[in-house]
């Protein structure tokens, strides 16, 4: 686990800024080896909470297709012994061979498809989906398929314009890093994909923590304690990747989240150490923001004695 994770820091001092840098390999999704409990899990709350895992407006239709074209591309190129496509004009079957399923559809007829195209091929991946339209010189969060959100709302934000979701990040504004951030999306082109990554520490290891559940996960951040912090408070990293989509002008981004417990995450010396000094330089606001400044201290403590013990 700790050779594959996704390491989010360059230098000892973390402040919110555009990250991004360009996608060396053009994949906008990743198969790891928790795919079947994380898709087991994706459909279980697609199925029981549908309107907070999945939204969807109406115009978005054909630039979903687009997006399940893409991701179809993208899973069957780079891992053809999982997934594979039998074209017959217009007529795609796609085999999900780790989960032996197999479905047949005719490309842009929705009715074909069990669900709309941007829920049907997010069925099939770990990555959450977000589509964002590009018109009056913005761009909106249209459609959406989340299910493993660090702290917030699908269905609160689709149609919300992108200085608006991000409104509540500290200093985003008064900083005008929602305006650089927000231009540099909106000059992406076609061919030119990105990434990013976010980080999170996380009391337990639950990959849903939507803000309607916050109530059930919220509270978990007053059980640290110096004895259990260790397996207990996780790494999470969103691996975002952005792609802007030819036909429609819209971007994707694709959300791959990951979770790494602080024991496993201190086995690397550097990792720890340099964590151990981003605590330590870390402004209040962030870490409030974070939701990590109610077990900050049994972190910054764990990651000291695990420098001493190195």
């Not at 054909?62 to 997006?67: C, I, M, P, R």
């Not at 969060?141 to 269905?155: K, V």
């Amino acid at each position: 686990m700790v050779d594959s994770f996704p390491y989010p820091f360059k230098g000892d001092v973390y402040r919110y800024s555009n990250n991004s840098v360009p996608l060396e390999v053009p994949r906008s999704v990743e198969i790891t080896s928790t795919y079947q409990e994380e898709i087991l899990l994706k459909r279980k709350l697609l199925t029981h909470h549908p309107e907070r895992c999945y939204q969807s407006q109406p115009h978005t239709l054909k630039a979903q297709w687009e997006v399940l074209e893409l991701i179809v591309l993208h899973l069957t190129s780079n891992y053809p012994e999982h997934f594979s496509i039998v074209k017959t004009g217009k007529e795609w079957t796609l085999h999900n061979h780790i989960l032996k399923e197999k479905t047949t559809f005719a490309l842009g007829v929705e009715t074909t498809l069990p669900s709309e195209p941007l829920d049907f091929i997010g069925r099939h991946v770990q990555e959450d989906l977000i589509f964002m339209m590009q018109r009056d010189d913005d761009l909106f969060l249209d459609a959406g398929q989340l299910c493993f959100p660090a702290n917030w709302s699908l269905a609160f934000n689709t149609g919300m314009r992108f200085k608006e979701i991000h409104h509540p990040i500290p200093g985003f504004k008064d900083k005008g890093l929602d305006q650089r951030i927000l231009t540099f999306l909106m000059r992406m082109e076609a061919g030119d994909p990105w990434v990013r990554r976010n980080w999170s520490l996380m009391a337990g290891n639950r990959l849903d923590t939507s803000l309607e559940t916050f109530d059930e996960w919220g509270k978990d951040r007053k059980e640290v304690t110096k004895e259990n912090v260790g397996e207990f408070v996780h790494m999470r990293v969103e691996v975002q990747k952005l792609f802007r989509l030819p036909g429609s002008n819209g971007l994707l981004f694709t959300i791959h989240t990951h979770l790494l417990s602080l024991e496993e995450f201190t086995e690397n010396p550097e990792w720890t150490e340099q964590f151990h000094r981003i605590l330590q330089e870390l402004p209040t606001e962030i870490a409030d923001y974070k939701g990590i400044a109610l077990f900050k201290d049994e972190v910054m403590e764990y990651l000291r004695k695990k420098q001493v013990r190195i």
